[in-house]
């Protein structure tokens, strides 16, 4: 199994910064993609950015040059630094891997517990 321990989210005002981090850890063979999704009260889950292992990314159009995606493939971590933070950027932002494991033949996607980021006006 993997697991997938985030942190970062908080409390910030409008214009403010944060950076989430997600490390994921278990019997991991190789991570194919990483990224970040977010889902607001009433919403359904939306992609915010996607990394490749190859460091190819992408973006909603949400994020607009504000947010940007990275990762530390030697630590299985991946970091969204979100900056020019909106009160609509408010909500549960969830960890995604694409992982595979050792002794299996395909990989199976995973999912952090989420962390809350609240933007105030």
């Known amino acids: 199994q993997v697991q997938l321990v985030e942190s970062g989210g908080g409390l910030v005002q409008a214009g403010g910064s944060l950076r989430l981090s997600c490390t994921a850890s278990g019997n991991i063979l190789s991570i194919n993609a990483m990224g970040w999704y977010r889902q607001a009260p009433g919403k359904q889950r939306e992609l915010v950015a996607r990394?490749?292992?190859?460091?190819?990314?992408n973006y909603a159009d949400f994020v607009k040059g504000r947010f940007t995606i990275s990762r530390d493939n030697a630590k299985n971590t991946v970091y969204l630094q979100l900056n020019s933070l909106k009160p609509e950027d408010t909500a549960v932002y969830y960890c995604?891997?694409?992982?595979?494991?050792?002794?299996?033949?395909?990989?199976?996607?995973?999912w952090g517990q989420g962390t809350q980021v609240t933007v105030s006006s």
């Open positions: 990394i490749i292992k190859d460091g190819s990314t």
């Open positions: 995604n891997v694409d992982a595979r494991l050792y002794y299996t033949v395909r990989s199976t996607i995973y």
